[in-house]
């Protein structure tokens, strides 16, 4: 009877920790998860993890990237189609018909804008939602840990959320906006060449990639030293723990480092689960606003190429200038999603269990 | 093969206006004129069925703002089309007059696309 006792209050701990798991995934934001996911429940993942769904979301990716390009190739005509009006009057640089040439660069610019805008703000949730995501989950991983005996890698779990919100400020405050206003140069610089702003925006587009690749760098650096270090430890640690507790504690040692043994095993189940579904919501939190860039990104290079046959290097400059930037967003959501899949991959491996 | 017709009427008006002009510079304006309406007469309806084919494939896209831009060409064409016509009557103030009333009408139609460019860019910078 005691030993059942002490194995519920010890089973209470990772329990009320899923469940604290259950209620981080609930804190985000999902729509992206359920555009590729479908009607399939994050919960499933915990409760059924063998019942995955693959081939159901390869056929969502696939659906959402379909309809991306049907969307794009929309602007994209419309883009070609002033192209073809721009080069009627881009010889002449005087008179009324100058005035209908900006108004020609205008308009393509308001085309790239606003499609630009739709997909940036896009992105940029996601990339607050991965690290709300990561700031609710990583200390219910830190429990799972403490109460799996992995008090070291437990520690982990601090420099983890310091410096992946760093990392994540960093991104979404500074390189985000660096984006956002380099993007917004580059078009008033596109509209007319009395505006040469074009340098000023590659400087800040560069500077901003520059600033999140070095933060993840560290950021990658700090969480990968600790991993290294705190997996060792603690298995010497939960050794020294159960020997200690078998022989030093009279009548109740045994029953005592059994359950500790069997609720360390059971909280690595419960951690390796979660981190899995995770990884999972991560991965599509970031994905959705990656297929919809990339199929902006192919649509507006190849009508960038057709542009500059039918109307020279403005229109074409001005659709290269959208599609390189949303690669550089690319890129950020991507760093975004590793870092935060490898600091769960560490969390998952850490302890040794 | 109206580009012959074209050049016919264009090196005959010519011809007729040297040869007026030594005896009245008015009647070779006039001739000018008329020369350049009949041009004008010629070639529009080609401009017209290339923008109305542009118009049907943004209709049928369901593109906004083309038959803006379409407006916009046809309105710059017609204003050059003016001036030129006035600076062979040898009226040049009249001619950049004219352009700036055309570039105007131009603002004044474009004024929705520029505003609702100025609004996302706006809305784009942090």
């Known amino acids: 009877m005691r030993r059942f006792f002490i194995f519920l209050f010890l089973f209470c701990i ?20 359920t555009e590729i996911f479908g009607d399939f429940d994050f919960r499933d993942i915990i409760d059924n993890p063998k019942e995955q769904k693959i081939s159901t979301i390869w056929e969502n990716v696939v659906n959402i990237f379909i309809k991306d390009i049907k969307t794009a190739s929309k602007s994209a005509l419309a883009v070609f189609l002033t192209a073809v009006l721009y080069s009627i009057v881009s010889g002449f640089e005087e008179g009324a018909e100058k005035t209908a040439f900006l108004i020609c660069s205008v308009t393509v610019a308001g ?20 690290s709300i995501f990561m700031s609710a989950a ?50 008033v610089g596109g509209i007319s060449e009395r505006f040469p702003l074009k340098s000023l925006a590659s400087l800040l587009r560069k500077s901003a990639m520059w600033l999140v690749c070095g933060s993840q760098t560290i950021f990658c650096t700090i969480i990968g030293a600790g991993g290294f270090a705190s997996g060792s430890l603690d298995a010497a640690v939960q050794k020294g723990v159960k020997f200690a507790a078998s022989s030093g504690i009279p009548v109740l040692g045994g029953i005592l480092s059994d359950a500790a043994e069997a609720i360390a095993g059971s909280s690595a189940i419960i951690k390796n689960t979660a981190g899995a579904a ?17 199929a902006v990104i192919v649509i507006y290079s190849l009508s960038a190429a057709l542009c500059e046959v039918v109307s020279g290097k403005k229109i074409g400059s001005l659709l290269n200038e959208t599609a390189d930037t949303l690669k550089i967003f690319i890129g950020m959501m991507a760093a975004s999603g590793v870092s935060s899949i490898i600091s769960l991959s560490i969390l998952i491996k850490a302890g040794g269990l | 093969m109206d580009i012959l017709r074209i050049i016919a009427i264009a090196l005959a008006a010519s011809v007729m206006a040297i040869y007026l002009k030594e005896y009245n510079k008015s009647f070779a304006f006039l001739v000018s004129l008329i020369a350049g309406c009949i041009i004008a007469a010629i070639s529009f309806p080609y401009f017209s069925d290339f923008a109305q ?49 055309g570039k105007i009408i131009l603002l004044s139609l474009a004024l929705p696309v520029i505003k609702s460019l100025f609004e996302t860019v706006v809305s784009i910078i942090p």
């Open chain 1, 14 to 33: 990772p329990l009320s920790v899923s469940a604290d798991i259950y209620d981080a995934a609930d804190g985000v934001d999902t729509q992206s998860a």
């Open chain 1, 111 to 130: 085309i790239c804008c606003t499609s630009f805008a739709q997909i940036a703000q896009l992105a940029e949730g996601a990339i607050k939602n991965t």
């Open chain 1, 138 to 187: 990583i200390p219910c991983f830190g429990v799972l840990l403490a109460a799996g005996g992995a008090v070291n890698s437990a520690g982990l779990c601090a420099p983890i959320l310091v410096s992946g919100t760093i990392a994540s400020y960093i991104m979404s405050y500074i390189g985000v906006r660096a984006l956002f206003l380099s993007f917004a140069l580059s078009v």
């Open chain 1, 278 to 294: 995770g990884i999972l919501l991560i991965l599509a939190i970031i994905l959705y606003p990656i297929i919809k860039m990339a």
């Open chain 2, 53 to 101: 084919s542009l118009k049907s494939v943004a209709e049928s896209a369901k593109l906004s703002g083309m038959e803006l831009v379409i407006k916009v060409l046809g309105i710059a064409f017609i204003v050059k089309y003016g001036g030129e016509l006035c600076r062979d009557a040898g009226e040049s103030a009249l001619a950049a007059k004219l352009e700036m009333g």
